[in-house]
Nanobody, 115 residues
Framework: QVQFVESGGGLVQPGGSLKLSCAASGSIFSSYVMGWYRQAPGKQRELVAIISSGGITNYADSVKGRFTISGDNAKNTVYLQMNSLKPEDTAVYYC?????????WGQGTQVTVSS
């Protein structure tokens, strides 16, 4: 069964940058949608950004202009470049993969924005 593993989280100061990666451990269907979600303590999980296998992207209003989602189909990996980070971006970030084969979540990676 395919698994998705996030990496790249950590502690960063306000205004800083991080790049998250979500890599598939096995083969994936060629047509899919992948998304980055986040969940802060005491809050519901929310959509941050999504990308289709065809490269169409969409972002939450709160991250537009600061975050960029991209994909490398050859590496079965999706990235989230996060710039101008704010304390309110602090959360556990999860990737989600959806295709005709099913829906898969990664285990999450912690992002903490603090001085």
């Amino acid at each position: 069964q395919v698994q998705f593993v996030e990496s790249g989280g950590g502690l960063v100061q306000p205004g800083g940058s991080l790049k998250l990666s979500c890599a598939a451990s096995g083969s994936i269907f060629s047509s899919y949608v992948m998304g980055w979600y986040r969940q802060a303590p005491g809050k519901q999980r929310e959509l941050v950004a999504i990308i289709s296998s065809g490269g169409i992207t969409n972002y939450a209003d709160s991250v537009k202009g600061r975050f960029t989602i991209s994909g490398d189909n050859a590496k079965n990996t999706v990235y989230l470049q996060m710039n101008s980070l704010k304390p309110e971006d602090t959360a556990v970030y999860y990737c989600k993969h959806v295709s005709v084969r099913g829906t898969y979540w990664g285990q999450g990676t912690q992002v903490t924005v603090s001085s």
